[in-house]
C-alpha cells in the first residue's frame, strides 16, 4: 500500500499549460472593476462598526468594573 502512495505522489496530478498564467490574468484584466457601494451605505457601515466599538468597550469595561468591585470587597 505504503509504495502505491509513494508511486501517486511521485507522479504529477496535474499538468498546467504553458499559456495558463497568461490566459487567466488576461481575463482578469478584461473584467470590469467592482461597483463601489453608494455613499449613504459607506457611512451606515462606519457608523455600526464605530457604534458597535463603543458597545464592546463598554462591556469591557463593566466587566473590568465587576472584577475590581468582587476583588476589592472584604
Known amino acids: 500500500m505504503d509504495k502505491e502512495f509513494d ?7 496535474l ?4 499559456h495558463f498564467t497568461r490566459t487567466v490574468m488576461g481575463r482578469v484584466a478584461a473584467m ?3 461597483a463601489r457601494p453608494a455613499g449613504l451605505r459607506e457611512r451606515i457601515q462606519e457608523l455600526a ?8 468597550a463598554a462591556q ?14 472584604n
Do not use: D, N, Q
Open 49 to 56: 462598526l464605530i457604534l458597535g466599538g463603543l458597545a464592546g
Open 15 to 18: 499538468e498546467v499549460p504553458e
Open 32 to 34: 470590469p472593476a467592482p
Open 60 to 73: 469591557l469595561a463593566s466587566f473590568m468594573f465587576g472584577i475590581w468591585a468582587v476583588s476589592s470587597a
Open 7 to 13: 508511486e501517486l505522489l511521485g507522479t504529477p496530478l
